[in-house]
Protein backbone atom coordinates (compact mmCIF):
# COMPACT_ATOMS: atom_id res chain seq x y z
CA UNK A 1 0.00 0.00 0.00
CA UNK A 2 2.82 2.09 0.82
CA UNK A 3 4.69 1.61 -2.38
CA UNK A 4 0.63 2.36 -4.42
CA UNK A 5 0.48 5.58 -2.19
CA UNK A 6 4.11 6.43 -3.32
CA UNK A 7 3.67 6.23 -6.75
CA UNK A 8 0.18 8.14 -7.08
CA UNK A 9 2.29 10.74 -5.56
CA UNK A 10 5.12 10.85 -7.67
CA UNK A 11 2.55 10.16 -10.87
CA UNK A 12 0.92 13.17 -9.27
CA UNK A 13 3.81 15.28 -8.87
CA UNK A 14 4.92 15.06 -12.32
CA UNK A 15 1.81 15.88 -13.93
CA UNK A 16 1.52 19.02 -11.84
CA UNK A 17 4.39 19.98 -13.10
CA UNK A 18 4.01 19.58 -16.47
CA UNK A 19 0.89 21.88 -16.39
CA UNK A 20 3.71 24.65 -15.94
CA UNK A 21 5.33 24.24 -18.85
CA UNK A 22 4.56 26.32 -22.12
CA UNK A 23 2.28 24.93 -24.77
CA UNK A 24 5.21 25.37 -27.49
CA UNK A 25 6.93 23.30 -25.37
CA UNK A 26 4.81 20.10 -26.47
CA UNK A 27 6.57 19.50 -29.45
CA UNK A 28 6.61 15.60 -30.57
CA UNK A 29 10.21 14.99 -29.09
CA UNK A 30 9.25 17.19 -25.90
CA UNK A 31 6.45 14.98 -25.14
CA UNK A 32 8.25 11.68 -26.08
CA UNK A 33 11.16 12.77 -23.65
CA UNK A 34 8.56 13.67 -20.99
CA UNK A 35 6.74 10.32 -21.12
CA UNK A 36 10.00 9.11 -20.89
CA UNK A 37 10.89 10.71 -17.76
CA UNK A 38 7.48 9.85 -16.42
CA UNK A 39 7.91 6.09 -16.87
CA UNK A 40 11.32 6.13 -15.21
CA UNK A 41 10.16 7.95 -11.91
CA UNK A 42 7.06 5.63 -11.79
CA UNK A 43 9.47 2.88 -11.75
CA UNK A 44 12.22 4.28 -9.10
CA UNK A 45 8.82 5.12 -7.26
CA UNK A 46 7.64 1.17 -7.77
CA UNK A 47 11.25 -0.35 -7.12
CA UNK A 48 10.95 0.10 -3.55
CA UNK A 49 8.09 -1.62 -2.75
CA UNK A 50 8.92 -5.54 -4.00
CA UNK A 51 6.33 -8.22 -3.71
CA UNK A 52 6.14 -10.57 -1.05
CA UNK A 53 3.30 -12.91 -2.84
CA UNK A 54 1.96 -13.47 -5.70
CA UNK A 55 0.28 -16.05 -8.03
CA UNK A 56 3.10 -19.21 -9.21
CA UNK A 57 0.21 -21.25 -10.77
CA UNK A 58 -3.34 -20.65 -12.09
CA UNK A 59 -4.86 -21.57 -8.47
CA UNK A 60 -1.21 -21.82 -6.97
CA UNK A 61 0.00 -18.89 -4.89
CA UNK A 62 3.43 -17.85 -2.93
CA UNK A 63 4.01 -15.75 -0.13
CA UNK A 64 7.60 -15.09 1.60
CA UNK A 65 7.84 -14.55 5.09
CA UNK A 66 11.50 -12.30 5.13
CA UNK A 67 11.49 -12.87 9.36
CA UNK A 68 11.39 -16.68 8.74
CA UNK A 69 13.27 -16.97 5.47
CA UNK A 70 10.59 -19.29 4.67
CA UNK A 71 8.58 -19.46 1.31
CA UNK A 72 4.65 -21.06 1.60
CA UNK A 73 3.35 -22.48 -1.40
CA UNK A 74 -0.58 -22.35 -0.86
CA UNK A 75 -3.50 -23.00 -2.99
CA UNK A 76 -4.04 -26.02 -5.29
CA UNK A 77 -3.15 -27.73 -8.60
CA UNK A 78 -0.06 -27.25 -10.42
CA UNK A 79 2.41 -24.49 -10.55
CA UNK A 80 4.24 -23.15 -12.93
CA UNK A 81 7.45 -24.49 -15.16
CA UNK A 82 9.87 -21.35 -15.17
CA UNK A 83 12.86 -21.03 -17.29
CA UNK A 84 16.29 -20.04 -16.16
CA UNK A 85 20.06 -20.06 -17.17
CA UNK A 86 23.46 -21.82 -15.12
CA UNK A 87 25.35 -19.82 -16.89
CA UNK A 88 24.52 -16.33 -15.63
CA UNK A 89 22.27 -17.33 -12.63
CA UNK A 90 18.99 -15.84 -13.93
CA UNK A 91 15.70 -17.54 -14.01
CA UNK A 92 13.71 -18.97 -11.09
CA UNK A 93 10.17 -18.75 -9.89
CA UNK A 94 8.61 -14.69 -9.26
CA UNK A 95 10.24 -15.15 -5.78
CA UNK A 96 13.72 -14.34 -7.60
CA UNK A 97 14.45 -11.08 -5.36
CA UNK A 98 14.69 -13.15 -2.11
CA UNK A 99 16.75 -16.35 -3.87
CA UNK A 100 19.66 -15.37 -1.16
CA UNK A 101 17.17 -15.05 1.65
CA UNK A 102 14.98 -17.95 1.27
CA UNK A 103 15.79 -20.79 3.78
CA UNK A 104 13.13 -23.36 3.79
CA UNK A 105 10.33 -24.17 0.70
CA UNK A 106 7.02 -25.44 2.32
CA UNK A 107 4.34 -26.74 -0.39
CA UNK A 108 0.59 -26.66 0.47
CA UNK A 109 -1.14 -29.82 0.38
CA UNK A 110 -3.10 -29.21 -1.94
CA UNK A 111 -0.52 -28.20 -4.58
CA UNK A 112 -0.22 -31.52 -6.86
CA UNK A 113 2.83 -30.16 -9.27
CA UNK A 114 5.99 -28.53 -8.30
CA UNK A 115 7.33 -26.06 -11.31
CA UNK A 116 10.85 -26.90 -12.68
CA UNK A 117 13.26 -24.75 -12.29
CA UNK A 118 11.19 -22.96 -9.80
CA UNK A 119 13.68 -22.90 -6.88
CA UNK A 120 16.90 -22.70 -8.66
CA UNK A 121 19.88 -20.42 -7.58
CA UNK A 122 18.36 -20.40 -3.70
CA UNK A 123 21.60 -20.69 -2.53
CA UNK A 124 20.84 -20.79 1.43
CA UNK A 125 18.20 -23.45 0.62
CA UNK A 126 18.10 -26.37 2.97
CA UNK A 127 15.02 -27.49 3.95
CA UNK A 128 11.97 -28.43 1.49
CA UNK A 129 8.69 -30.45 2.56
CA UNK A 130 6.35 -31.54 0.18
CA UNK A 131 2.58 -31.55 0.76
CA UNK A 132 0.25 -34.38 0.73
CA UNK A 133 -0.74 -34.19 -3.08
CA UNK A 134 2.29 -33.36 -4.51
CA UNK A 135 2.91 -35.90 -6.64
CA UNK A 136 5.27 -34.84 -9.56
CA UNK A 137 8.20 -32.71 -10.43
CA UNK A 138 9.13 -30.78 -13.12
CA UNK A 139 12.65 -31.73 -15.04
CA UNK A 140 15.45 -33.52 -14.13
CA UNK A 141 18.88 -33.05 -11.84
CA UNK A 142 19.97 -30.87 -13.78
CA UNK A 143 16.92 -29.19 -14.81
CA UNK A 144 14.58 -29.68 -11.80
CA UNK A 145 13.19 -27.77 -9.09
CA UNK A 146 16.28 -27.35 -6.52
CA UNK A 147 19.19 -26.24 -9.03
CA UNK A 148 21.91 -25.27 -7.26
CA UNK A 149 20.61 -25.29 -3.49
CA UNK A 150 22.06 -26.70 -0.62
CA UNK A 151 19.38 -29.12 0.24
CA UNK A 152 19.91 -30.75 3.78
CA UNK A 153 16.66 -31.78 4.96
CA UNK A 154 13.28 -33.30 3.02
CA UNK A 155 10.24 -34.29 4.02
CA UNK A 156 8.19 -36.42 1.33
CA UNK A 157 4.76 -36.45 1.27
CA UNK A 158 1.89 -39.41 0.91
CA UNK A 159 1.21 -38.95 -2.83
CA UNK A 160 4.90 -38.72 -4.31
CA UNK A 161 6.26 -40.90 -7.36
CA UNK A 162 8.36 -38.66 -9.03
CA UNK A 163 11.75 -40.50 -9.71
CA UNK A 164 13.66 -39.61 -7.02
CA UNK A 165 17.30 -40.27 -8.27
CA UNK A 166 16.58 -37.46 -10.52
CA UNK A 167 15.36 -35.03 -7.48
CA UNK A 168 18.07 -35.96 -5.44
CA UNK A 169 20.87 -36.90 -7.67
CA UNK A 170 24.71 -35.91 -6.57
CA UNK A 171 22.87 -34.11 -3.35
CA UNK A 172 26.10 -34.70 -0.89
CA UNK A 173 24.28 -32.37 1.14
CA UNK A 174 21.49 -34.31 2.48
CA UNK A 175 21.20 -34.82 5.98
CA UNK A 176 17.82 -35.48 7.09
CA UNK A 177 15.16 -37.89 4.54
CA UNK A 178 11.56 -38.36 5.60
CA UNK A 179 8.39 -39.79 4.33
CA UNK A 180 5.24 -40.05 4.73
CA UNK A 181 4.67 -43.68 6.25
CA UNK A 182 1.36 -43.56 3.76
CA UNK A 183 3.28 -43.24 0.94
CA UNK A 184 2.48 -45.94 -1.44
CA UNK A 185 5.60 -45.35 -3.95
CA UNK A 186 8.98 -44.39 -0.94
CA UNK A 187 10.53 -45.55 2.46
CA UNK A 188 12.74 -44.10 4.70
CA UNK A 189 14.69 -45.12 7.86
CA UNK A 190 17.89 -43.76 9.58
CA UNK A 191 18.28 -41.42 6.56
CA UNK A 192 18.63 -43.77 3.77
CA UNK A 193 15.35 -43.26 1.33
CA UNK A 194 14.34 -46.43 -0.55
CA UNK A 195 11.50 -47.66 -2.92
CA UNK A 196 8.32 -49.02 -0.94
CA UNK A 197 9.72 -52.96 -1.42
CA UNK A 198 13.49 -51.88 0.28
CA UNK A 199 15.12 -53.61 -2.37
CA UNK A 200 16.49 -49.89 -3.84
CA UNK A 201 18.37 -47.16 -2.30
CA UNK A 202 18.21 -43.80 -3.73
CA UNK A 203 19.80 -41.68 -1.16
CA UNK A 204 22.20 -41.70 1.72
CA UNK A 205 21.84 -39.04 4.76
CA UNK A 206 23.66 -38.58 7.55
CA UNK A 207 23.97 -41.90 9.18
CA UNK A 208 23.91 -42.47 13.16
CA UNK A 209 26.72 -42.21 14.99
CA UNK A 210 28.69 -41.89 11.69
CA UNK A 211 28.37 -45.21 10.57
CA UNK A 212 26.54 -46.09 7.43
CA UNK A 213 24.67 -49.64 7.10
CA UNK A 214 23.16 -50.96 4.04
CA UNK A 215 19.90 -52.84 4.96
CA UNK A 216 19.44 -56.16 3.87
CA UNK A 217 16.96 -55.96 1.88
CA UNK A 218 18.79 -53.71 -0.38
CA UNK A 219 19.65 -55.38 -3.64
CA UNK A 220 20.54 -52.07 -5.99
CA UNK A 221 21.87 -49.28 -5.28
CA UNK A 222 21.33 -45.66 -7.35
CA UNK A 223 24.13 -44.76 -9.64
CA UNK A 224 23.52 -41.51 -7.98
CA UNK A 225 23.52 -41.99 -4.18
CA UNK A 226 26.26 -40.42 -2.84
CA UNK A 227 27.84 -41.35 0.73
CA UNK A 228 28.28 -38.40 2.59
CA UNK A 229 31.91 -37.63 3.65
CA UNK A 230 30.88 -37.71 7.47
CA UNK A 231 30.75 -41.02 7.99
CA UNK A 232 33.53 -43.35 9.62
CA UNK A 233 32.84 -47.02 8.99
CA UNK A 234 30.70 -48.99 5.93
CA UNK A 235 28.48 -51.78 7.41
CA UNK A 236 26.53 -54.47 5.50
CA UNK A 237 23.04 -55.63 7.29
CA UNK A 238 23.39 -59.51 7.94
CA UNK A 239 21.17 -61.40 5.45
CA UNK A 240 22.26 -58.91 2.21
CA UNK A 241 22.84 -61.50 -0.60
CA UNK A 242 24.21 -58.40 -2.80
CA UNK A 243 27.16 -56.52 -1.24
CA UNK A 244 30.34 -56.90 0.81
CA UNK A 245 32.13 -54.54 2.79
CA UNK A 246 36.40 -55.07 1.79
CA UNK A 247 38.88 -52.64 3.54
CA UNK A 248 36.56 -50.08 4.09
CA UNK A 249 34.81 -49.98 0.30
CA UNK A 250 31.30 -51.52 -0.13
CA UNK A 251 31.30 -54.03 -3.65
CA UNK A 252 28.98 -56.09 -5.27
CA UNK A 253 28.87 -59.87 -4.74
CA UNK A 254 28.39 -61.03 -7.90
CA UNK A 255 31.67 -58.76 -9.84
CA UNK A 256 33.33 -57.19 -6.87
CA UNK A 257 32.74 -53.90 -8.60
CA UNK A 258 33.68 -51.49 -6.22
CA UNK A 259 30.18 -49.55 -5.33
CA UNK A 260 31.99 -46.46 -3.05
CA UNK A 261 33.67 -45.78 -0.07
CA UNK A 262 34.69 -43.75 2.78
Not at 38 to 64: D, L, R
Not at 169 to 180: D, E, F, P, Y
Given at each position: ?????MRKKVIAA???????????????????????????????????????????????????????????????????????????????????????????????????????????????????????????????????????????????????????????????????????????????????????????????????????TIPSTVAS??????????????????????????????????????????
Amino acid sequence: RKGEKMRKKVIAAILATTMLVPTNAFSPFAIGEKKASIMQSVQAATTENVAYEGNCGKSAKWKFNESTGELTISGSGKMYDYSYDLEVGGGGGPWGAFNKEIKSVKIGDKITYVGDGAFVWCRNLTTVKFGKKVAQVGGKASEGPFVKCPLESIYIGESFKSDLSDLLASRITIKNIQVSSKNKYYYAKNNLLMNKKKTKLYAIGEPEKRILTIPSTVASIDANAIVPGNIDEIRVANGNKKFVVKDGKLYKKSNTEKVFAY
